[in-house]
Antibody, heavy 120, light 113 residues
Framework: EVQLLESGGGLVQPGGSLRLSCAAS????????MSWVRQAPGKGLEWVSG????????FYADSVRGRFTISKDNSKNTLYLEMNSLRAEDTAVYYC?????????????WGQGTLVTVSS | IVMTQSPDSLAVSLGERATINCKSS????????????LAWYQQTPGQPPKLLIY???TRESGVPDRFSGSGSGTDFTLSISSLQAEDVAVYYC??????????FGQGTKLEIK
């Protein structure tokens, strides 16, 4: 059974930093790209960042490019999202999602999410 | 690529058909393989999204056959043939044509009439 467990969320001040982690199990982590998708309170889904299966290619939404960094540690089966220069509009539940074996297409499994609140 | 869903909300009686539309700002159909790079997700209250449909019309394993996807190019539809109480949710379309970002529609909230 695929499991994705996010952690690292919390309350942070504007301008601060946070690192999210997503521990993966139940599938071959090295065979799948991964992504982060966020959902602001009461709002829709926003794709944030994606990474190829070997970590060699990374992609970002315009809203976070230059502030967020996605990475993948295949030896630890863990996905990360380093978030810097955080803003109030980054407040959201952040979901870790697994791409299908076919590549960076649709996401066939999602974690439960971790809440990030940016506020003074 | 901008994804626009309609309607924003929908109320349907139990056992009746529900239809949700999704329109993309450019074609999602590949010239090389003919596939349409579109997925549908269901999000029930307090839960993460769940994949329902990919390649516009392929049902994910375990998804009831009352859910179906159709369309091609820029216009797509998610249909629920006979609405059940557990189908109350917000539904999102997502395009994955070319490299990311893979944008979502704004969501359609489905309720029971």
């Amino acid at each position: 059974e695929v499991q994705l467990l996010e952690s690292g969320g919390g309350l942070v001040q504007p301008g601060g930093s946070l690192r999210l982690s997503c521990a993966a199990s139940g599938f071959t982590f090295t065979s799948c790209g991964m992504s982060w998708v966020r959902q602001a309170p009461g709002k829709g889904l926003e794709w944030v960042s994606g990474i190829s299966k070997n970590g060699g290619e990374t992609f970002y939404a315009d809203s976070v490019r230059g502030r967020f960094t996605i990475s993948k540690d295949n030896s630890k089966n863990t996905l990360y999202l380093e978030m810097n220069s955080l803003r109030a509009e980054d407040t959201a539940v952040y979901y870790c999602a697994k791409y299908s074996l076919l590549g960076l297409h649709y996401s066939d499994n999602w974690g439960q999410g971790t809440l990030v609140t940016v506020s003074s | 690529i901008v994804m626009t869903q309609s309607p924003d909300s929908l109320a349907v009686s139990l056992g009746e058909r529900a239809t949700i539309n999704c329109k993309s700002s450019q074609s999602l159909q590949s010239n090389s393989n003919g596939k349409n790079y579109l997925a549908w997700y269901q999000q029930t209250p307090g839960q993460p999204p769940k994949l329902l449909i990919y390649w516009a019309s392929t049902r994910e394993s375990g998804v009831p056959d009352r859910f179906s996807g159709s369309g091609s190019g820029t216009d797509f539809t998610l249909s629920i043939s006979s609405l059940q109480a557990e189908d109350v949710a917000v539904y999102y379309c997502q395009q994955y044509f070319s490299t990311p970002p893979h944008t979502f529609g704004q969501g359609t909230k489905l309720e029971i009439k």
